[in-house]
């Protein structure tokens, strides 16, 4: 295991120049993350991701579906539906005990969470507070015309149970041996109390989950455990989190969940302190065992070798888009000088970077703006690519680096002469002639597509 | 225009081997597409995409994506909440309008689609019916700890809203000018009363949705609506869909959505009969104008040649990721005869199938096993590729051609000696050899992502 299991430091280190106010401006200033229904007011931590935040998610969502689908042969994927019977959550807890405690004031009638609330009176008015009761964190609604208890459906508070309903489909129809894994990526939602933190915490979150089916064996169960937490652990290094703003934090018996036999978060140093990127967690066979009882249908799988059927238990790394999106823009975040100019730089990994080339001609004049649209209409074919040709260049390169751009071509006088432009590198900016009909091969390789 | 304006057959020509019955038996079977909830009943018209089926998904919004935003400049992505402030959907119109009319059975309680009840009686129990009453498509939840009016809240019936409401923080931040388009991929939800035909008709469905801004001119608005509804219907021909199931239909002035100046569908032929596949409509400024008088924000555009500010009209295109799915995976199916041994091919489109490349050691010994997990692992990194050594290789090569695999690799004994392997073609069935060293480049040309 190479995570860090120590404790990391109690605060950021003192280079570090990112604030949450700071990223919260860069993201709204250039469309990266807006306020969601603005112009109306807002609706308490809800989130758009504008043009550069959506091609971000993207490369975040296909990093971790190569990682854990593609690129292996004993996970597969999946896409379930959000709406799912309300069976599903009397089956898998949710509805006995996915709840926060809330109080009411009989003063004013607000409500509060319970253990948010010093004293037993109202921290609005000071009134008297009722007994703490459950209160569901699943959104309800209602199918078909008529709004009465048998049409009542949850949004999903996760997407793992879509696996857990699937299980037998999946084995019938996809010659699977254990141990084997299904990954799927997907919205959820939760009517948190507290939403909060930019896009940290909202009641409308998009999941990376994969349900890892193994032997019924604690032999079996530590080590996939440890193999998946330090997988996991190591991704987000992989893809640019700092090492010593993550670490491991196991589960107190107190808190875990009611699926749960043991987890394991990974933690990340956000500015206002450490926090939650990712859970996994050992659920046993919890799962497929309630869903057996309250369908009454045989979850078992056949093991082959054994002659004798069981059913698995499960290993979960349940990973958060959203959080997993501002940890790496976080990490990225830097300010410095070039060429006595201070800038802000987003040092993205090339493979996460919204944009991975812009180009510009150096001048508006000379058939360089033809020459760079013929130059971009190429690239676009392979890269997700921008054309700029308003303001100086060294105003283009700046505005390229606070969004992270890996790579910027310029075209020049030279090029009209002898086909080659610059490629200049965003962290070290640098810059070397290529000529154009190597520059998809030499970008596919900078920026480790295929890697 | 190329389109085919023309009436098209009225039934599918007679060498469609194609039925409904047919591609949902090979969806299930295969782990395509399962009903969903299925343990448990299923949930109406539900369905999860499985392990293919996601794969196909995900191409078949990336084939829309590239086409619609990555390989354009005039075009940005975004990706919005899908709880939006529900002032959204009292400017939209969809709070009034989005409705069909219901009537209930004053005797057995039932209740039914006005339009689908003849002569005012029950057609469960003969009872007499009340007056028809509107009924809301749009799925109602509640935000935050409380029940009421307050806190009501939609799940979007269309991701176009989302566009809409953030078009003033898109103007000052992308530096767009008119004309420019906003898309987006998402899940919305209708509360429909009769859905059915597989995915055709789903409570949950995914959206392709592009509001393309233009100047408020009629002279403006018609060659860029024609232009639209061109580009789209290419793309589904483009992408393997048959030119004699698609044609085009323009909406009469009664059937036409509260917010259209004209729509037209493209429609399919599906083995139902004609259905929509696609709308374009033209919305004019009618979003644009609802929410700057809702909101009391100022939603125009400052067209810096004509120094004059407007709010702009709009070309909209709507997919459907799941229809479209359901169109290209019609018209792949296909049976015929290979060697004496019928079989079922789905002939996708190379860039749309599921798996790019299975992997194939011909012998289980001599080494082959090793070396053909050697190839998988480097093509991998490419392409979404799979192993079999179950069977003999004719039966390998079905199971790959009838979920659309173009492309089989097969390590024989030659390949032991010289490293070169038999690169199989799907349609035609004809094998060539090729050196392991070149296969990534021969299928990334062959699959043509770059095209």
Redesign the interface.
């Known amino acids: 295991m190479s995570a860090n299991k120590a404790e990391g430091p109690a605060t950021a280190s003192a280079e570090r120049m990112v604030t949450m106010d700071k990223l919260v401006n860069l993201c709204?200033?250039?469309?990266i993350v807006?306020p969601?229904?603005?112009?109306?007011?807002?609706?308490?931590s809800?989130?758009?991701?504008?043009?550069l935040?959506?091609?971000l998610?993207?490369n975040v969502k296909d990093a971790w579906?190569r990682e854990m689908v593609?690129?292996r042969?004993d996970v597969?994927?999946?896409?379930?539906?959000?709406?799912?019977?309300p069976?599903?959550w009397e089956a898998s807890g949710h509805l006995q005990n996915f709840t926060d405690p809330?109080v009411d004031c009989k003063g004013c009638k607000q409500?509060f969470r319970a253990d948010q609330v010093q004293g037993g009176r109202c921290p609005e008015c000071g009134g008297e507070l009722t007994e703490a009761r459950s209160?569901n964190l699943m959104?309800?609604?209602?199918?078909?015309?008529?709004e009465d208890s048998a049409s009542v459906?949850y949004?999903r508070p996760e997407t793992a149970q879509?696996i857990f309903?699937?299980f037998?489909?999946?084995v019938d129809?996809?010659?699977v041996k254990l141990p084997f894994g299904?990954a799927?990526i997907g919205?959820s939602?939760r009517?948190e109390?507290t939403p909060g933190n930019f896009i940290f915490r909202t009641?409308?979150f998009e999941q990376m989950e994969m349900e890892y089916f193994i032997k019924p064996d604690p032999a079996e169960e530590t080590p996939w455990f440890d193999y998946w937490v330090d997988r996991r652990f190591n991704w987000y290094v992989g893809y640019g989190v700092r090492r010593e703003h993550v670490r491991l934090r196991p589960h107190c018996a107190d808190e875990l969940s009611h699926y749960s036999r043991g987890t394991t978060d990974i933690e990340y140093l956000y500015p206002f302190g450490w926090g939650e990127l990712e859970g996994v967690a050992k659920r046993g066979s919890f799962d497929l065992d309630q869903?057996a009882r309250?369908?009454g249908?045989d979850?078992t799988y056949f093991d082959e070798e054994a002659r004798t059927r069981y059913r698995p238990w499960v290993i979960e790394p349940a990973a958060g888009v959203d959080r997993a999106m501002l940890a790496f823009l976080l990490d990225a975040y830097d300010e410095d000088v070039v060429e006595g100019e201070e800038r802000i730089v987003l040092r993205l990994d090339p493979r996460l970077a919204p944009i991975k080339v812009a180009v510009f001609p150096l001048l508006r004049k000379g058939g360089q703006p033809e020459k760079a649209q013929g130059v971009?209409q190429t690239l676009?074919?392979?890269f997700?690519?921008?054309?700029d040709q308003?303001g100086s260049i060294g105003r283009r390169y700046r505005r390229q680096d606070e969004v992270g751009t890996p790579f910027g071509i310029t075209i020049d006088h030279q090029t009209m002469e002898d086909d080659t432009v610059t490629l200049r590198d965003r962290d070290s900016t640098q810059q070397l002639r290529f000529k154009i009909g190597a520059l998809a091969a030499e970008l596919t390789e900078r920026i480790g597509l295929?890697?």
């Open positions: 709204k200033r250039r469309g807006f969601a229904s603005d112009i109306y007011g807002g609706l308490g809800t989130w758009d991701y504008g043009p935040g959506v091609e998610k993207r579906w593609t690129t042969t597969v994927g999946l896409d379930s539906a959000i709406l799912q019977h069976r599903t809330l409500r209160f959104f309800k609604t209602f199918v078909g015309p008529v459906v949004l879509g309903l699937d037998a489909a999946l129809t996809q010659r299904v799927q919205k939602f009517n109390i009641r409308e869903h309250y369908s249908k979850l971009l676009q074919r392979y997700t690519s921008v054309y308003a295929h890697r």
